[in-house]
């Protein structure tokens, strides 16, 4: 992130391949790992990358009984990926690869349930910046008694780099550097920055533990990036958005495992999905990035254009109907989702959505209390400043989350309305825990929100000592019921047909290997007529 969204945040398949020669033994391996994800009730897809490879190369898969070949090249940086059918729902598989000899470490899957599910359990993730610390909460994801998927929200890679760039001053970050040591562009750029997180063991371990359902946010990328351009690109010096968007996701698809493209999608619109949860839920993962998000307003450039306030001006830019972070495509898919899920019985349709959604835009300094306020730092005392400052206009302050796109956000509550929902939102981005109750502008409860912490990146930390910059946010928005800007860690949620339970698991240090979890705090929800309770 650049300084402006950070201050923001902190203020609240193969085709056919002619046969190959197999190469030396001693020159392959399998150096990131194995994969799974998308997994449906008689699918899964299976992913590794072969390391030493050069030209065109062999491999053989198995999962469980099933087995088969393939090649794969330079075309696609030499990783692999099976969309492996004829499987049994609800059925733990493990799944090897080899090639010249070698043979891959062993990966764990499971395919969705069908019929009658008593309970789904879920890992929610998202914010990974290798420099600034150890994937401690991976490692804490792949040692779980159970998981039956992990959901990533997306940043799970960033691409910055060099010696000042975000998250090099962490005491780890000489000994994590970004590869390579400058900005990402080209497909090259990111094709490495993807192999250099997936040599992590810690991440590894978290892939071949359940199988992953992902979503990217603006760091796969760039940073603030929105249908066309981003934050972080400056085309006289980087070139052109679309080229550099291309590069990205087809490393993107090429690095995780996702199902690729069915004829006639391109990769913006094949990473809008669903997933059935046999008859307990629905998850729907929808993109806010770069199929049709509007450019993001910004304070400086439309609330004080010029160096002076035209409050009017931005409230009606913020309020046009026209602003969207959806397309009408993907809000249509949405409402057929949603509806098929009611009209199935499922007691959940859970969104799986990259920022947060819920209204933060209480001023603080009506909140703080004046023996805290006495305790603040100068640094915290500015970014407060201009917190408060913001918030006594009535005006969002992080315009890049969905309080930038209010209409937009009420398109969706209306879809959430029509269908007689019951929506658990997921929400990543922030680097912070959430428990939101969601309501639309005529005030009415239409879903529950829970928002994981980042894995690695800084969140906003500690207003004063003892005082996290969250606890503020909660007591100056009747939205937030709980806010953790120093944690990191990922959320456990668990969905039974009583009840919706979102575990916030922290980790206790990022800056060593040794560390301990904890649940810092646990949220419920429960099905209450034709929407969902209160958080308890």
Sequence with gaps: MRIDRRRALA??????????????AEQLAFRHGVASGDPLQDRVVI???????????????????????????????????????????????????????????????????????RDVVLAVASCTLFPNGYFNAYRAIADLPRVDAVLHLGDYIYEYGGRDSYGMRSPVASLRPHEPDREIVSLADYRARHAQYKSDPDLQAAHARAPWIVAWDDHETAND?????????????????????AAALKAYFEWMPIRDPAPGQDFVQASS???????????????????ARDKQLTHKSDLFPGGRLDLEG????????????????????????????????????????????????????????????AKISPSAKRRFDERAEIAALGVPVALDMWDGYPL??????GLFRQAKARPVVLSGDSHSFWANELHDDSGRRVACEFGTTSITSPGAGELAPGLDWGEVVA?????????????????????????????MVAVSTIHDRRFKTRAVKTFRAK???????ALA
């Design 11 to 24: 203020l609240l398949g193969l085709g056919a391949a002619a046969p190959a020669k197999a190469q030396p």
């Design 47 to 117: 992913w590794t990358r072969i390391s030493g490879a050069t030209g065109q190369t062999p491999y053989r898969w198995r999962l469980g009984d099933r087995s088969g070949e393939g090649v794969t090249g330079p075309e696609r940086d030499h990783t692999v990926k099976v969309d492996v059918t004829g499987l049994q729902p609800g059925q733990e598989y493990r799944f090897t690869f080899e090639a010249g000899g070698v043979r891959s470490p062993e990966g764990r899957t499971k395919t969705l349930p069908a019929g009658a599910t």
């Design 225 to 245: 990036s929105f249908s066309g351009g981003a934050e972080n690109h400056t085309a006289a010096s980087e070139g052109d958005w679309n080229a550099r968007k």
């Design 273 to 291: 999905r669903a997933f059935r949860f046999g008859d307990l839920a629905q998850l729907i993962m929808i993109e806010t990035r770069l199929a």
């Design 314 to 373: 931005f409230r009606r830019k913020l309020r046009d109907p026209a602003r969207r972070m959806m397309g009408p495509a993907q809000e249509a898919w949405i409402a057929q989702e949603l509806a098929a899920s009611v009209n199935a019985g499922h007691a959940w349709q859970v969104i799986g959505n990259q920022v947060v959604m819920a209204r933060v835009d209480g001023s603080p300094n009506k909140v703080l209390k004046p023996a805290e306020a």
């Design 408 to 413: 937009d956000r009420e398109r969706l509550y």
């Design 475 to 503: 007591r100056a928005n009747k939205e937030v019921r709980y806010n953790n800007q120093t944690a990191h860690g990922f959320v456990l949620l668990t969905l039974t047909r009583n009840e919706a339970r979102a575990d």
């Design 527 to 533: 099905p209450e007529g034709q929407g969902v309770s």
